[in-house]
């Protein structure tokens, strides 16, 4: 039986993912990391709605609040301001990272989850990253994660062969909206807004890139702006 340990953040692109694992995996387990973001308590609350529609073996909440001692990311450093510019527009600077980069953040979430899949014996570890919608993050990329994949499988038992697994890599934010409408992921519980705990801004990169994606996909966004 397929064991997977799945990172939910409560965005949409984790729920879709965890969606998926649902459908590939006998037993979940979903794990939540808090990293010190504005967003941390309306994350964790749509985690817990995703743990209760799902209902996985077990679900962890993990806090990692060093990100906001690290600091350099508009999400964890509450000094540095949220862009409301489009990340869509062609004209920005693509080479140069966004604000919004967590350096690392998705090594070291990696490696909270191959540590809980090795202690559980899961074989699999499920993330959400997008490489196309990315902003390009280098952390959200095919190659680093194929890197993070042989590492962990050096850095555990032999017989563990633990595998990343992205379901999403290479899907549009639209193809990601049809594919969880098309398996009933319940995206009314997912959160993207980088800024705020109760209405959605719609102004801040996230939710312009989810507000893009539905208006694409011919379909109305569930959660309220």
């Avoid at 042989?150 to 032999?158: D, H, M, P, S, V």
């Avoid at 899907?171 to 959160?191: D, H, M, N, R």
């Amino acid at each position: 039986m397929k064991k997977g340990v799945i990172l939910v953040s409560g965005g949409m692109d984790s729920l879709v993912t965890a969606a998926i694992a649902a459908k590939e995996c006998g037993k979940l387990f979903m794990l939540h990391i808090s990293y010190g973001q504005r967003t941390a308590e309306k994350e964790l609350k749509s985690f817990l709605k995703i743990v209760e529609h799902y209902r996985p073996q077990r679900h962890l909440h993990v806090e990692m609040d060093f990100f906001k001692q690290i600091g350099s990311s508009s999400l964890t450093d509450f000094n540095i301001e949220i862009p409301l510019t489009d990340r869509t527009d062609k004209k920005k600077d693509k080479q140069q990272l966004p604000s919004t980069y967590v350096p690392f953040r998705n090594g070291m979430m990696l490696s909270v989850a191959a540590a809980w899949a090795e202690a559980i014996a899961a074989n699999r570890i499920y993330i959400g990253v997008v490489e196309e919608d990315s902003s390009g993050y280098p952390d959200c990329r095919n190659s680093f994660i194929k890197q993070m994949e042989r590492a962990i499988q050096l850095g555990t038992g032999e017989d563990d062969n633990i595998n990343i697994v992205t379901p999403l890599i290479r899907k549009s934010k639209k193809e990601i909206v049809l594919t969880g409408y098309k398996i009933k992921a319940p995206l009314q519980y997912s959160w993207s807004c980088y800024l705020n705990n109760d209405k959605a801004c719609g102004r801040c990169d996230s939710c312009r890139l989810r507000l893009q994606a539905f208006e694409q996909a011919g379909l109305k966004d569930p959660i309220e702006y």
